[in-house]
């Protein structure tokens, strides 16, 4: 299975786009997945992350009312809506899958599959 996150784009501060984050060859259903983001030269920084079921669901708190994650089992899909984009916000994000693990999964090393990540810009 590999996972394939697309979405990213240019938007101007105050902004949104929606992530998407999809399997390839397989299924996630019993995958937890989390979102990251990197800039360059820094570790991957966890975002938010759902369980298998869709019921839980967590983001951090600097991204907290602005950022909503949500799944589709039927469609097989996890999201990141991002709302109220800040400059601060800019860097590629990438979704990360946890085998059996939870919405609060925080470090990268956890995750058995990524995305290839995609690339959030938001300028002022």
């Known amino acids: 299975v590999q996972l394939q996150a697309c979405g990213g784009g240019l938007v101007q501060s105050g902004g949104s786009l929606r992530l998407s984050c999809a399997p390839s060859?397989?299924?996630?259903?019993?995958?937890?997945i989390g979102w990251f983001r990197q800039d360059p030269g820094k570790e991957r920084e966890f975002v938010g992350g759902?369980?298998?079921?869709?019921?839980?669901?967590y983001v951090v708190d600097t991204v907290k009312g602005r950022f909503t994650i949500s799944r589709d089992n039927v469609k097989e899909v996890v999201y990141l809506q991002m709302n109220s984009l800040k400059v601060e916000d800019t860097a590629v994000y990438y979704c990360?899958?946890?085998?059996?693990?939870?919405?609060?999964?925080?470090?990268?090393?956890?995750?058995?599959?990524w995305g290839q990540g995609t690339q959030v810009t938001v300028s002022s």
């Open positions: 759902v369980d298998w079921s869709g019921d839980r669901r």
């Open positions: 990360g899958a946890d085998l059996y693990g939870s919405d609060r999964t925080f470090t990268a090393s956890m995750y058995e599959l």
């Open positions: 060859g397989g299924s996630f259903s019993d995958y937890a």
